[in-house]
């Protein structure tokens, strides 16, 4: 027989859980389905894979000048490319923690815990921005 957890944080806790197990389950199934399009040549990769074990002993520098591959969120423009159609579900996966904490707004918020929403807001907020690569185009 289960018990139902009637504690304040059951209600936070089982939003976040089922946010990162869906996220994670479909980040991962996405990872997994693209990758094998990729092997399999269904769809070619950006750099042919003959390649690339010559440009594997590369410096990241060099291989990014050999290559021509695309930096920071540019390789959302490549998503036609099966080595970067991958990268779909690592963006996904990446994305899971931020996207769990924002799924606990509107339960904080309902509760009227407003100052753990704020703290859920302002980490949503600071992961997004780092995630944005804006720092980065200040320094360069």
């Known amino acids: 027989m289960t018990m139902k957890n009637s504690s304040p944080q059951a209600t936070e806790q089982e939003r976040y859980a089922n946010v990162l197990h869906w996220g994670t389950l479909v980040g991962f199934l996405i990872l997994v389905g693209t990758f094998l399009v ?6 070619a990769g950006r750099v042919p894979s003959d390649q690339l074990p010559h440009l594997w002993t590369l410096s990241a ?7 021509g591959t695309p930096q920071g969120w540019h390789w959302v423009e490549a998503l ?61």
């Open 38 to 43: 990729y092997v399999t040549g269904m769809v």
């Open 61 to 67: 520098t060099d291989y990014i000048r050999a290559t």
């Open 80 to 140: 036609d490319k099966g080595d970067f159609l991958s990268l779909t579900g690592i963006a996904i996966l990446s994305a899971c923690p931020m996207v769990s904490i924002a799924a606990v707004i509107p339960v904080y918020l309902r509760e009227r815990n407003f100052l753990y929403a704020a703290i859920c807001f302002v980490t949503v907020g600071v992961l997004l921005y780092s995630a944005s690569g804006i720092e980065l185009l200040h320094h360069r």
